[in-house]
């Protein structure tokens, strides 16, 4: 059963950055594809970004993160992060890591961590 550990979120100001990270476990990690998913308040969690085991990355389909949101792996140390630049309140969600192999993505989620933008 694979396991989260999410970190990095906190308060900041818009305009700010952070950098989340997701350390996985119960899993051999670089045979896995990985992504980050959001939930706003009172809306559905939505995709983020992705990452497959080549390192070809995926954006959410829109202009509101591409070019500010950066995601990554580093199969060493079991962790994919997602770089988040030029933050806007519009990003205040609990971000969420997602697992996957092959074509299927696991239904298992961690506790999130809460990203807050706010001045």
């Given amino acids: 059963q694979v396991q989260f550990v ?3 979120g906190g308060l900041v ?13 119960g899993i051999i990690f670089r045979h896995y594809n990985l992504a980050w998913y959001r ?15 080549v390192g070809t990355t995926r954006y959410k389909d829109s202009d509101s993160v591409k070019g500010r ?12 992060y997602l ?4 933050l806007k309140p519009e ?11 092959g074509s299927a993505w696991s239904e298992s989620w961690g506790q999130g961590t809460q990203v807050t933008v706010s001045s």
Avoid at 83 to 86: D, E, P
């Fill in 6 to 8: 999410e970190s990095g």
């Fill in 13 to 25: 100001q818009p305009g700010g950055s952070l950098r989340l990270s997701c350390t996985t476990s």
């Fill in 39 to 53: 939930q706003a308040p009172e809306k559905q969690r939505e995709f983020v970004a992705s990452i497959n085991t």
């Fill in 69 to 80: 949101f950066t995601i990554s792996r580093d199969n060493a140390k079991n962790t994919v």
């Fill in 83 to 86: 770089q988040m630049n030029s």
């Fill in 91 to 101: 990003d205040t969600a609990v971000y969420y890591c997602r697992v996957g192999y």
